[in-house]
T-cell receptor, first 111, second 115 residues
């Protein structure tokens, strides 16, 4: 079983829909990261959070440390949001900079 | 400037060639990373440099040789690669290392094809 599990693996939605991507982890962490990768492209860090909730534009990330769970929400989704969204954690034991990655969620937003 | 740059964008090399990948950041970050990413998989950590010293080597084969000439530059020297080494090679940097987590800033990657 992976230390970081994401669901769903693939998600297709219509433009304007509210999107939720989930991430569960099984290790103690110092932070959780949400990353975005467009096809053939580099990776962009969207959020790093260790408690509560963060918002940036149409993106919202929440984390529940007790339940070892995080969600990434996209409001008013747009085709340009189509990308792979990766959840990664900074584990307490391995060292904060050695990220453990989930398998990614491939999001497609149709116009 | 919050950019990590990587050159070249694409590289095709034969199994007997020697080539290098280059990564640069001017954010004053003291930690730099090399990742390898195969298609439809998450990145795999290869090396971490902290304050210009190699701090993590994830048991990477010696045909990959990292170098950190200064705090802004990171190179990956390639020699005698195998076709299975074909992948996207990503560089990243962060403000520091150690017990405190820092956001990692990624470059656009070099897509390497070994023939």
């Amino acid at each position: 079983k992976n230390e970081v599990e994401q669901s769903p693996q693939n998600l297709t939605a219509q433009e304007g829909e509210f999107i939720t991507i989930n991430c569960s982890y099984s290790v103690g962490i110092s932070a959780l990261h949400w990353l975005q990768q467009h096809p053939g492209g580099g990776i962009v860090s969207l959020f790093m959070l260790s408690s509560g909730k963060k918002k940036h534009g149409r993106l919202i990330a929440t984390i529940n440390i007790q339940e070892k769970h995080s969600s990434l929400h996209i409001t008013a989704s747009h085709p340009r949001d189509s990308a792979v969204y990766i959840c990664a954690v900074s584990p307490l034991i391995q060292g904060a900079q050695k990220l453990v990655f989930g398998q990614g969620t491939r999001l497609t937003i149709n116009p | 400037d919050t950019e990590v740059t990587q050159t070249p964008k694409h590289l095709v090399m034969g199994m007997t060639n020697k080539k290098s990948l280059k990564c640069e950041q001017h954010m004053g970050h003291r930690a730099m990373y090399w990742y390898k990413q195969k298609a439809k998989k998450p990145p795999e950590l290869m090396f971490v440099y902290s304050y210009e010293k190699l701090s993590i080597n994830e048991s990477v084969p010696s045909r990959f040789s990292p170098e950190c000439p200064n705090s802004s530059l990171l190179n990956l020297h390639l020699h005698a690669l195998q076709p299975e080494d074909s992948a996207l090679y990503l560089c990243a940097s962060s403000q520091g290392t150690g017990g405190f987590p820092y956001e990692q800033y990624f470059g656009p990657g070099t897509r390497l094809t070994v023939t």
